[in-house]
């Protein structure tokens, strides 16, 4: 095929002219009219003049080059584009293989003023030039080629994609030793690799002889003030629920995402936004996950998804591949095994290698709002630089599935929609949950990322963030996932949530003083009550049913009025109701009218739950010495999800939800 003559030029596009530039790599010239590279593209890839110039338009607004807007718009692959620039340039397409070593990545060298994508070497000592044009610079390229007999000999036409996915594997045994090691090194004093230090092994003990031994020599009177302890604490952690619930604030409303807000977002276009996905033994939600991030409104061509597996898991990365194979901006990334076996080593793998201004985070079963990252976006560019993280709400689809679900969509609808952006709105530390998390990859990547030895590695950002000066907010477009339907499956998660609060809170007070520095007298009390109020009430629960218990004993055998336990007992039912009803107003004020429906009719199990939550708790305890970073995986996927005729079965979850 020749190229094509300018008078081809079809009658419709007379006078078109854009400016894009392109955000990755290359420094494109204007694009005119009668440019000749772009018209033998078009004619090669036979792409209709209405397609040209909707991609032409979106190539501007979007802040990128024509040809990512053809692929986006899946008029052409990324290797059609690629044969249609070879075919102009004179060389052929090829990929680097598992024999060429990288030798020097384009990123400040230039052919012909262009910046080229990567230079390998194979064992024969055969030289490559592997080149990932873009349209706006053929001609420039076709220039150099054409004057440079070596340069032509050595250079090949390659897909951004197949160049991506080299260099992850060439750089993976670097890629997966940084993310084993993580943050304990840069900051081990900050990572959960070390359970507990000398210091706080040698204080854990002192309390614990300390306790022994007031128990053993003043039963009484060391029951008495831990029942006085437990009240305070009790006490303490309910009030600042109630203070939540009754001063409620939901974030800022965040006006409807439109193309024509877009086009005033400033000469750079939108930003590049990474998404990413951890998932191991995944294949039954694969096929949802890749619809609900396609919905995705983003443009495609400013989007890049990692769809991160395990190496041994085979049909997961399989079953991504083959789903996503027309999607250009999704990539594939397999993850050699190794310990720790976490999620977040997993995140860390692939977080040197993102490219977006902004990431976020999502679990394998999540379904998120398609306007989320707009919303995120938008709060993200009228807010302080300090912002470093906004948190989505989540919300549980299969409320209705089981008791079970049901209680545990109660406390989602307690933190996620009220008392988180209770927290936000007044600056105090907030602990992230483990998905919907937009970042800016800046502010991720000053606080060291993940903690890849932390198996609740969400908690422990959130507090990392608050103590490096960065402010974490809330959004109000939520996410939908599932709940857990049986204890068999929310055991093991609850064993390992808790077991990861714990981590977090021993390694952020490793120098209460430091901390207390840091986050400021009254974040650090803040600090204090959220951790403990969701580790120590857990932990202590059966005691104080136990000291309750006592309580009525000791008045069924003495009568009221001689011994204290009267006034124990009425303080301990109240701290009891006050408890249920504090975390029942949280749920109702953040709830949908559907949800709230739900919630009531579940009021009086809600002590059993918290004795299961208890449960799990001394199961987490007991783990953070015997297997400190052994992660628990929940399944994903739901039976009553499989059958469409299941009244459980929500296809469309409820968006629109109370605030």
């Not at 990929?95 to 994508?117: A, F, M, N, R, Y």
């Not at 902004?358 to 679990?363: A, E, G, I, K, T």
């Not at 079963?365 to 989320?372: A, F, I, N, T, V």
């Amino acid at each position: 095929m020749g190229v094509v003559e300018p008078a081809e030029w079809p009658a419709d596009m007379a006078g078109v002219a854009v400016d894009p530039w392109h955000a990755t790599s290359a420094h494109p010239a204007e694009i005119g009219p009668r440019d000749a590279a772009l018209l033998f593209v078009v004619d090669y890839l036979n792409i209709a003049s209405e397609d040209v110039l909707t991609a032409l338009d979106a190539a501007q607004v979007n802040g990128t080059d024509v040809a990512r807007e053809f692929i986006a718009a899946r008029l052409c692959s990324e290797v059609d584009f690629a044969q249609a620039a070879a075919a102009y340039l004179g060389l052929r397409v090829d990929h680097p293989s598992d024999i060429d070593q990288i030798v020097s990545l384009g990123d400040h060298e230039t052919i012909g003023s262009v910046e080229w994508g990567m230079r390998t070497c194979d064992r024969f000592l055969t030289t490559k030039i592997f080149l990932t044009p873009i349209i706006e610079n053929l001609s420039l390229l076709r220039a150099s080629v054409a004057t440079n007999p070596v340069l032509k000999k050595r250079a090949r036409v390659t897909t951004p994609s197949r160049l991506r996915h080299h260099r992850i594997e060439r750089e993976s045994p670097r890629l997966l030793e940084a993310a084993r090691l993580s943050l304990s090194a840069d900051a081990l004093h900050l990572s959960a690799r070390i359970v507990m230090t000398g210091a706080q092994g040698a204080a854990a003990s002192l309390l614990a002889f300390v306790l022994f031994a007031c128990l053993v020599h003043f039963w009484n009177e060391t029951l008495f003030g831990l029942h006085l302890l437990a009240i305070a604490g009790f006490g303490s952690w309910i009030a600042m629920r109630f203070i939540a619930a009754i001063g409620f604030h939901s974030p800022p409303a965040i006006s409807s995402p439109a193309d024509s807000v877009d086009r005033q977002e400033g000469e750079g276009g939108l930003p590049i936004y990474t998404v990413v996905v951890a998932l191991r033994n995944e294949r039954s939600v694969v096929p949802k996950l890749v619809d609900h991030l396609d919905a995705l409104n983003w443009p495609k061509s400013r989007l890049e998804i990692f769809l991160v597996c395990e190496a041994d898991d085979e049909e997961t990365p399989r079953l991504c591949r083959r789903l996503t194979a027309d999607m250009s901006h999704v990539f594939v990334v397999e993850v050699p095994p190794a310990e720790p076996r976490t999620k977040p080593k997993a995140l860390n793998f692939i977080l040197p290698r993102a490219e977006g201004d902004l990431l976020v985070l999502y679990d394998a079963e999540d379904k998120p709002h398609p306007d989320q990252l707009r919303e995120a976006y938008r709060r993200f560019r009228v807010s302080s630089a300090q912002l470093g993280c906004l948190q989505a709400p989540l919300v549980v689809g299969n409320f209705e599935g089981s008791r079970i679900a049901a209680l545990f969509a109660m406390e989602y609808a307690a933190l996620f929609r009220a008392f988180l952006p209770w927290l936000a709105h007044h600056g105090f530390p907030i602990p992230l949950g483990g998905t919907s998390n937009h970042f800016r990859t800046s502010a991720l990547r000053a606080v060291c990322g993940w903690d890849s030895h932390n198996v609740t590695e969400d908690a422990d950002l959130g507090m990392r963030l608050a103590r490096g000066g960065w402010a974490i907010e809330t959004i109000t477009l939520p996410t939908v996932e599932d709940a857990p339907e049986t204890i068999k499956t929310f055991f093991p998660q609850r064993t390992r949530w808790l077991k990861g609060w714990l981590q977090t809170y021993a390694v952020h007070m490793r120098d209460p003083l430091r901390l207390w520095r840091e986050l400021g007298a009254c974040r650090f009390l803040v600090f204090q009550l959220l951790f403990h109020g969701m580790m120590t009430s857990a932990l202590i629960l059966p005691g104080v049913i136990i000291l309750l218990s006592r309580s009525v004993f000791a008045i069924g055998h003495y009568g009221y009025g001689i011994v204290f336990e009267d006034h124990l007992l009425l303080v301990d039912a109240v701290i009891m109701v006050g408890g249920i009803v504090s975390f029942l107003a949280l749920a109702m004020r953040g709830a949908s009218n559907d949800e709230r429906r739900a919630f009531l009719s579940k009021v009086l199990v809600i002590p059993a739950y918290w004795l299961l939550i208890s449960c799990a708790a001394w199961r987490a305890l007991l783990q953070l010495f015997c297997r400190p970073h052994g992660w628990e995986k929940t399944p994903h996927g739901l039976e009553s999800r499989a059958n469409p005729g299941d009244p459980r079965y929500r296809i469309d979850p409820i968006f629109d939800i109370a605030t």
